[in-house]
């Protein structure tokens, strides 16, 4: 990329994200927390609802249906229809490759003897096997840390959200919207690895800015590719810096601080501190220190969370066929308390949609690290990333809270979104506290496991989002070590602001900011899906008989 180039691109990130910026000095210079928010929503508010309006700007009214959302999910339903239900067809081949199986037949070649080595020149079976292959961790790594970005807050609060806007049916359109985000997702990780770039000492860089603009160089339309490539990239960094790392510091922070009873902004601070050094050891080791720890938390968030799931769930078995009932005659239901069909169903989609990310783009950046030379086979993989988040873990959280519910205690409203009322009366209890309450209440003292899982949320979304920060900041201002040194630094402030302050409008620029990726790159899929039919033939026909 020429000096022009990189300046106009340094022009254009800089003006958006100035605001960001601009609060982490007055975070530096401030030490009053409520004075500083109210600065922060006073100054940010007329921006991030101007930005929110521009990106969920509804098609429909009555209920609003955002045209960022319909992109989504008919954008979705569209590949899975294209690829012959590639969601269901393809999950068990998917559960194979994740396992390995087809290791060998990806990496180019069978399994190397002793018998066949070249003692003189040093050679050693790992190393040989290795030779050609392009990619920096396996399979289940790059899963395990495009999982750790989307398992998260959203799984614990925005399911809880879900179902007190609009009742136990939004569980079914839920999970329906991530069976149909796994087609999504298959296509932009297969482009992800296909259009990535490898330098010479091994060091991957891909996701959307690459088969943006490369792919569209392909079908003649460079200009178009590149515009979209840095505008995805723009938004990508924001979002890291909001969405991805301060909102997730933030709501650990306040999970870690409700529990202990420790207040104040010096207490928070220090977590934020303490959250930022832990997050710099990881992130400083690039993908492949990222990998290994994502692929130890994830599994261990997994076993926590849903095996409280499931003790409540067995504990209350009686009542699970009445919450099935409730999921699947909610789902169609009338009731203008909830918003009617339509209402229920967006409100199922919208959760679902925010929870797994599928047609945003971002996971495409972490699956494109894997090691292998077959980019259809890392797209079957990504399909599970949404059945684990959506179709697992929300269903589960869905449940739970459902059953909570045995005794009518809720009180539901359409135009109430800061939760259900308790017994109708009192403030409405929603997202986390709708959560923990249900939990606590077969399960004593689950809100302190609940804290943990929080934490550990947080810490791995954050970790991932850095990578995806990273890899979009490298696009627009080059690979040099200053870049990569100045976009890790930042980031680590943000986590100590998140941590400190209420981001309040802030979070949800940057929210918008993320969902803006969706436009360009869910274009690019629309566009380029026929390189990956040849590429899941070309695939299919090498592990054929395996």
Same mark, same amino acid.
């Given at each position: 990329m020429n000096r022009k180039v990189s300046k106009y691109l340094f022009s254009a990130a800089f003006a958006l994200l100035l605001p960001l910026t601009a609060i982490a000095q007055q975070a530096a210079e401030s030490t009053e927390a409520v004075g500083l928010d109210q600065k922060i929503d006073q100054t940010f508010r007329p921006i991030a609802d101007w930005w929110g309006w521009l990106v969920f700007y509804p098609i429909w009214r009555d209920p609003e249906i955002p045209l960022v959302l319909a992109l989504l999910v008919l954008g979705a339903l569209f590949f899975t229809i294209v690829f012959g239900f590639v969601n269901i067809t393809k999950f068990p081949l998917a559960l194979r490759v994740v396992r390995g199986k087809y290791d060998e037949i990806e990496q180019g070649g069978d399994p190397v003897t002793t018998d066949t080595l070249n003692v003189v020149d040093g050679d050693i079976p790992d190393t040989i096997r290795q030779e050609g292959v392009h990619g920096e961790v396996n399979h289940f790594q790059a899963l395990a840390t495009a999982v750790s970005g989307t398992v998260g807050l959203g799984n614990i609060a925005g399911v809880a959200v879900a179902i007190a806007v609009g009742g136990p049916g939004a569980t079914f359109w839920m999970v329906i919207c991530g069976l149909l985000g796994m087609s999504s997702k298959f296509v932009e990780c297969t482009l992800g690895v296909k259009y990535r770039d490898i330098e010479a000492d091994g060091t991957v860089y891909g996701g959307p800015m690459y088969y943006l603009s490369k792919g569209f160089k392909e079908l003649g339309w460079g200009g178009f590719g590149k515009f979209m490539a840095v505008f995805f990239a723009i938004m990508c960094v924001g979002g890291s810096f909001g969405g991805g790392n301060a909102f997730q510091a933030n709501q650990a922070t306040a999970q870690i601080t409700s529990m202990t009873g420790l207040e104040g902004g010096?207490?928070?601070?220090?977590?934020?501190?303490?959250?930022?050094?832990?997050?710099?050891?990881?992130?400083?080791?690039?993908?492949?220190?990222?990998?290994?720890?994502?692929?130890?938390?994830?599994?261990?968030?997994?076993?926590?969370?849903?095996?409280?799931?499931?003790?409540?769930?067995?504990?209350?078995?009686?009542?699970?066929?009445?919450?099935i009932s409730d999921i699947f005659s909610g789902a169609f239901t009338t009731n203008a308390?909830?918003?009617?069909?339509?209402?229920?169903?967006?409100?199922?989609?919208?959760?679902?949609?925010?929870?797994?990310?599928?047609?945003?783009?971002?996971?495409?950046?972490?699956?494109?690290?894997?090691?292998?030379?077959?980019?259809?086979?890392?797209?079957?993989?990504?399909?599970?990333?949404?059945?684990?988040?959506?179709?697992?873990? +929300?269903?589960?959280?869905?449940?739970?809270?459902?059953?909570?519910?045995?005794?009518?205690?809720?009180?539901?409203?359409?135009?109430?979104?800061?939760?259900?009322?308790?017994?109708?009366?009192?403030?409405?209890?929603?997202?986390?506290?709708?959560?923990?309450?249900?939990?606590?209440?077969?399960?004593?003292?689950?809100?302190?496991?609940?804290?943990?899982?929080?934490?550990?949320?947080?810490?791995?979304?954050?970790?991932? $989002?850095?990578?995806?920060?990273?890899?979009? $900041?490298?696009?627009?201002?080059?690979?040099?070590?200053?870049?990569?040194?100045?976009?890790?630094?930042?980031? +680590?402030?943000?986590?100590?602001?998140?941590?400190?302050?209420?981001?309040?409008?802030?979070?949800?620029?940057?929210?918008?900011?993320?969902?803006?990726?969706?436009?360009?790159?869910?274009?690019?899929?629309?566009?380029?899906?026929?390189?990956?039919?040849?590429?899941?033939?070309?695939?299919?026909?090498?592990?054929?008989?395996?």
């Open positions: 010096a207490i928070k601070t220090i977590i934020g501190i303490v959250m930022a050094i832990l997050v710099a050891v990881v992130i400083i080791g690039g993908i492949k220190r990222i990998a290994k720890v994502t692929e130890k938390i994830v599994p261990f968030m997994a076993i926590i969370y849903v095996g409280a799931s499931l003790v409540i769930i067995f504990a209350n078995i009686h009542f699970l066929p009445a919450a308390a909830l918003g009617g069909f339509i209402g229920v169903l967006i409100q199922g989609f919208r959760r679902a949609a925010f929870s797994n990310e599928a047609g945003a783009g971002s996971a495409s950046i972490a699956h494109s690290a894997v090691n292998t030379n077959y980019p259809a086979s890392e797209g079957i993989v990504a399909l599970l990333e949404p059945f684990i988040d959506t179709v697992v873990i +929300c269903t589960m959280t869905a449940l739970v809270i459902i059953m909570f519910n045995e005794n009518n205690l809720f009180v539901y409203s359409s135009t109430n979104t800061a939760g259900v009322l308790i017994g109708g009366t009192g403030a409405p209890v929603g997202g986390v506290d709708l959560t923990s309450m249900a939990y606590d209440s077969v399960l004593p003292g689950f809100r302190y496991i609940l804290t943990v899982a929080v934490v550990l949320f947080a810490f791995s979304t954050m970790i991932s $989002w850095s990578y995806y920060g990273l890899q979009a $900041w490298k696009y627009l201002f080059g690979r040099s070590a200053a870049a990569d040194i100045s976009y890790k630094l930042l980031f +680590c402030i943000f986590v100590v602001i998140g941590a400190a302050v209420s981001l309040g409008s802030v979070i949800d620029f940057s929210d918008a900011m993320i969902f803006a990726m969706v436009f360009p790159n869910m274009i690019g899929l629309f566009f380029l899906y026929p390189k990956v039919k040849s590429e899941l033939a070309r695939y299919l026909e090498a592990i054929k008989g395996a």
